[in-house]
């Protein structure tokens, strides 16, 4: 019935129940501090800059979650009403400054594929970022919120309207596309505002089971070969999961793999050998 996922049929006792012990997103989730080496990737992008290539952080990041999706498709389920569904979409939610504005910021989607190579996903995250930075035009996103401002009480009406639909399954595709609240996972560069990672809380509202932050750098102690100590520049995230769509191990699973891509992004030049999906993806 959902425009967004199709309701999967647990086989596992756990995954049946846990949706309904923890009813609300916020009540599931779970969070994990990653600290990636940020020489590879600084390595890779004045590689690809001496090329004539232009690719930023947040690109390479996007890109290495964009390939983990492809192996680990139970990443992009999401949990309405107690039931889990298996996402027919990947979309990544984000928030773009307008006219590079420190307080005038717009919060909207983009639509990646599993198939994308790193230069698929840039050209995408460019043209996005373009759309949206532009201070005089408004996004479907900002288009819906001055829709519930326009009228006194229509923004209460329409809210509660817009959950009820949503918690039945009711939701035109044409909010979902609209929402921001309805991504595979949503990421804020915190960085560029020099700011540091934080565990963003996940929104009780919509679909979206993974929230990811990116900080400012940071160096990390490491142990060398010989015993010593060494710093290591990284890049810090904060993650915050709906532990209901999938278990621990898996995200650790796909974690790791994501750290592999980070450690040598040229594995995402190319396009992935298989895909896995639980269903069709539908644009």
């Not at 086989?11 to 923890?22: C, L, Q, S």
């Not at 520049?233 to 191990?249: A, N, Y």
Request: with cysteine; aromatic share 8%.
């Amino acid at each position: 019935m959902r425009k967004d996922g199709v309701r999967v049929k647990c086989t596992d006792v756990e995954y049946a129940v846990v949706p309904h012990i923890m009813n609300q997103r916020c009540d599931a989730l779970n969070a994990v501090e990653l600290d990636i080496p940020e020489a590879p990737i600084r390595a890779y992008l004045n590689e690809k800059r001496k090329e004539g290539v232009r690719i930023s952080h947040l690109s390479v990041v996007i890109a290495a979650y964009t390939r983990v999706i492809g192996e680990f498709p139970l990443l992009n389920r999401f949990v309405v009403n107690k039931n889990i569904y298996a996402r027919n979409e990947f979309v990544v939610g984000m928030v773009v400054l307008k006219g590079g504005q420190m307080d005038n910021g717009t919060m909207s989607k983009v639509n990646l594929d599993p198939h994308d190579t790193i230069f698929d996903v840039n050209r995408k995250l460019n043209e996005y970022i373009e759309k949206n930075k532009n201070a005089e035009g408004d996004n479907k996103t900002d288009k819906l919120a001055k829709g519930l401002l326009s009228f006194p009480g229509l923004l209460r009406f329409g809210v509660n309207t817009l959950k009820w639909l949503d918690k039945h399954g009711l939701l035109p595709r044409s909010i979902i596309e609209a929402s921001p609240f309805h991504a595979s996972m949503t990421i804020s560069n915190l960085a560029s505002i020099r700011t540091n990672h934080i565990f963003h809380h996940v929104y009780n509202f919509g679909t979206t089971s993974v929230l990811m932050t990116m900080g400012n750098m940071r160096d990390i102690p490491r142990r060398t070969k010989d015993g010593g100590i060494e710093l290591e520049r990284c890049i810090p995230f904060g993650v915050v999961m709906d532990e209901r769509i999938c278990s621990g191990s898996y995200y650790a699973m796909a974690f790791r793999s994501m750290r592999r891509y980070l450690a040598d992004p040229h594995l995402l030049e190319t396009p992935p050998e298989t895909v896995n999906l639980e269903t069709p993806l539908k644009y």
